[in-house]
């Protein structure tokens, strides 16, 4: 007879994650404005200093802040320009700013690691009480918001955005080759750089740039003001680091005396780099001419879940134009860029072309995550192109707006639409996962898809299938362990271009059978006796045919088994089978584990973690059985539907297969992992049964104690020296 299930005592287990940039979930849509917006640049005024003014931003704490219907920005406002920098920080955290009124988005605008001081732009839409909203995510930190301009209706004076492929302007590092080569900045000095006539700005007609301004080779601590040449520094700052650091920030910034625009640095010497992405000018006619349409911030990409880690060289062109809201025949997108999990200091540069750019948007140094807003032209055909030069990094991408060119006559691009994903079958392990997909494509578009997985208790999304033509995938389940995989597809309409297309599903593979398995010993070992080798080789035949049956790995089982113990053997069984199903071992037999286990075999019961000194969680099992191997089994292959077990009714029946579960550490959610500072041991005894020549009481338990309370009787180092 085989004994009654016995669960865990409750263990609390606390999960943390990495960087502090949240995964995307789904589809991005995005509500788009009814007109275009043009836009105004102000002189960078204050309006908000934390410092001074209501305190530091705490863990998960919002502040509203007007921003328009006031003498700098009109009620008409739909969007402003500002810079946000946090400092005075107290861990490592993310700042989100959107429209007041809104949930807090799925998105972020900067990102800094403990007592960093970090500064970005951000172009946000006006919200109700013509406010924005700053949420801080984390620890604490003081932020200040410097206004740079906004975005209102059309009308006299403000400007028309005009997309440029990102073309470098200035470059003061010696060796550079390019214009301001050599003008090294000196401490509390400003450079003026030429902006009009250089890399597309024409030489009349902008009144403002777009600007990527990057400080690298730095002496100290410090930071870059970026203004209008000929005008006094106006006492903001633009980007600011730490010493040696090099970073990057987006500015708009208007063409002052010449065409020039003048660069302020507090800390030198240090090297300037400029990249112009775009203008703005008073011309309805120039050509490309664009109105702005903000939205609420969404996040369209985030290569740790769509599109696949950024390696060195490899572009990923992301699908844009028509995706969500955005609008078919957008030029550019306003969007904050976010690398994060970057294994080497490197840049990302995003623009309309795959070729190897000669510009950069953001930088950063290994292990950090870095944030940079960029006005990004998009390609012909709605897509932008993803370049990180070294290492690897996901990126993430958070859009808040898009141009559109005025009286615009181009096509759509032929973009998919409506997404489904579904799990076919529900899989025992040795089977498949197999996923159907399906995208509502315009005729004659066929997708291409690229399917994706997240094991049990993983963070991170792994690519199953990458750019395939078919909408349908699987996964082997012999390669996988127990627990419920979340599965999720990608598909796009133009080959080699990512889009924010998502669906998702789940699959949950058990290891328990469908059925009980033949035991095939029982004769043998009732006729020889348990203690026979007669007995043990059935029995351990019987367990390989059912290895076959389940389809994974046989066991591999020490050279020395015939000779160990009976409770020795249980041991080496139980983390065979964990091993074959990619399980970690159980490390070792304790002594008090065992004790406790000897004792529910003396009393034909399933043993009490409770008896092991330290114990916070347990697993046990008992049988009356033909021995060691007979029992495990009986544990295994043949304690479901029709078993002697009392608690199963039916295969899916609490308790069904419970022995099996215990030994593998089986719960809803895949195999216990032990929380920090403890780790799982084993007790194994087994006893004959008074009376009884054929017949051992045997039972195992696992058992959660603190490592450093830890001596091993018997290890599973030593079953694998010994050929295991």
Known sequence: MRGSFSGFLAVGLLITGGALVGVVQGA???????????????????????????????????????????TRVPASATAVVVNVTATDTSSAGYLTVYPTGLPVPLASNLNWERGQTVANLAVVPVGSGYSITIHNAAGSAEVLVDLQGYFAPVAS?????????????????????????????????????????????????????????????????????????????????????AAGGTVADRVIVPLGAGGKIAVYTNSGPAQVVVDVTGYFTGSATAAGASLFYPVAPRRMLDTRADGGTLRAGQPLVEQLGGVGSIANQASAVVANLTATGTSAASFLSAGPVTSAPTTSDLNWSA????????????????????????????????????????????????????????????????????????????????????????????????????????????????TLSVGTYRVRVWASSQGGTFQGLVAAASATLTANPSTNLPDSFASTCYNQGYASGACVGAALAAIGAAQVVEGVPALKLPSNFASLSQPIQEFVLADAERISRGLPAIAGLTGAANSNAAQGASQSADPSGLGVPGAIA????????????????????????????????????????GHRDNILLNTASGAWAPPGGYTWVGGAACVPVSGVSYFNSCTMEWVLVPTGSVAYQYTWAEAVAAGA
């Not at 004076?157 to 590092?173: F, H, S, W």
């Open 28 to 70: 991005p849509t995005v509500q788009a404005a009814s007109a275009g917006s043009a836009y105004r640049p102000v002189t960078p005024l204050r309006l908000l200093d934390t410092r001074t003014q209501g305190g530091a931003l705490t863990a998960g704490a919002n502040r509203n802040l007007q921003v328009a219907d006031t």
């Open 157 to 241: 004076g403000l400007g028309y955005y005009v997309p440029l492929t990102p073309a470098r302007i200035a470059d003061t590092r010696p060796q550079s080759g390019e214009p301001d080569a050599g003008r090294t900045l000196a401490s509390n000095s400003s450079l003026g750089i030429q902006v009009a006539g250089m890399g597309g700005v024409p030489a009349a007609g902008a009144t403002a740039a777009v600007l990527n301004v990057t400080a690298t080779d730095t002496s100290g601590a410090g930071f870059l003001s970026v203004y209008p040449a000929g005008l006094a520094w106006p006492g903001t700052s633009s980007l600011n680091w």
């Open 367 to 478: 292990g950090a995550t870095t944030a940079n807003l960029d006005i990004a032209t998009l390609g012909r055909t709605g897509d932008l192109a993803l370049y990180n030069s070294s290492g690897t990094a996901d990126v993430i991408l958070d859009v808040s707006g898009y141009f559109v060119p005025t009286g615009t006559t181009s096509a759509a691009p032929a973009v998919c639409s409506g997404m489904s994903v579904a799990v076919t079958n529900a899989p025992t392990l040795g089977g498949r996962i197999d996923v159907s997909a399906g995208a509502s494509c315009p005729s004659g578009v066929t997708p291409g898809y690229t399917f994706w997985y997240q094991a049990p208790g993983s963070s991170s999304w792994q690519v199953g299938s990458a750019l395939v033509g078919t909408p349908s995938s699987g996964y082997s389940g012999s």
């Open 618 to 657: 347990f697993a046990s099992i008992w049988a009356e059985d033909y021995g060691a191997a007979a029992a495990a089994f009986d544990w295994m292959y043949n304690d479901g539907p029709g078993s002697n077990n009392v608690d199963c009714t039916t295969a899916t029946a609490p308790g069904c297969w």
